[in-house]
């Protein structure tokens, strides 16, 4: 069975730095896109990042404004997402998702990922 773990949220200080991990269990990520998503409470999910396993493209949403970075870890098989000066504003449940389709514009598009993690808590508070 294809699962998804996601892990790395917590609580931390407007300008500190967090980093997500997203696991596969049941598959290994070869040929699939992985990307993050994060849902605040009461919103719908909004695109942060994605990566082609394969062939490295990346995609980020307009608001990580060059703090963020996706990036994989073969010997661990995990797509990991660095975040630095975090900011209130994007706290929220992180969401890793897998899809196998050729990476693409559909990446900023929730609906058309076929997994999804359970998500990962990220606070940023004084």
């Known amino acids: 069975q294809l699962q998804l773990v996601e892990s790395g949220g917590g609580l931390v200080q407007p300008g500190g730095s967090l980093r997500l991990s997203c696991a596969a269990s049941g598959f290994v990520f070869d040929t699939f896109d992985i990307g993050w998503y994060r849902q605040a409470p009461g919103k719908e999910r909004e695109f942060v990042a994605a990566?082609?396993?394969?062939?490295?493209?990346?995609a980020y949403g307009n608001y990580v404004q060059g703090r963020f970075t996706i990036s994989k870890d073969r010997a661990k098989n995990t797509i990991d997402l660095q975040m630095n000066g975090l900011k209130p504003e994007v706290a929220g449940l992180y969401y890793c998702?897998?899809?196998?389709?050729?990476?693409?514009?559909?990446?900023?598009?929730?609906?058309?990922?076929?997994?999804w993690g359970r998500g990962t808590q990220v606070t940023v508070a004084s």
């Open positions: 990566i082609d396993w394969t062939n490295n493209k990346v």
């Open positions: 998702a897998a899809d196998p389709d050729g990476f693409g514009p559909w990446v900023e598009t929730s609906d058309s990922w076929d997994y």
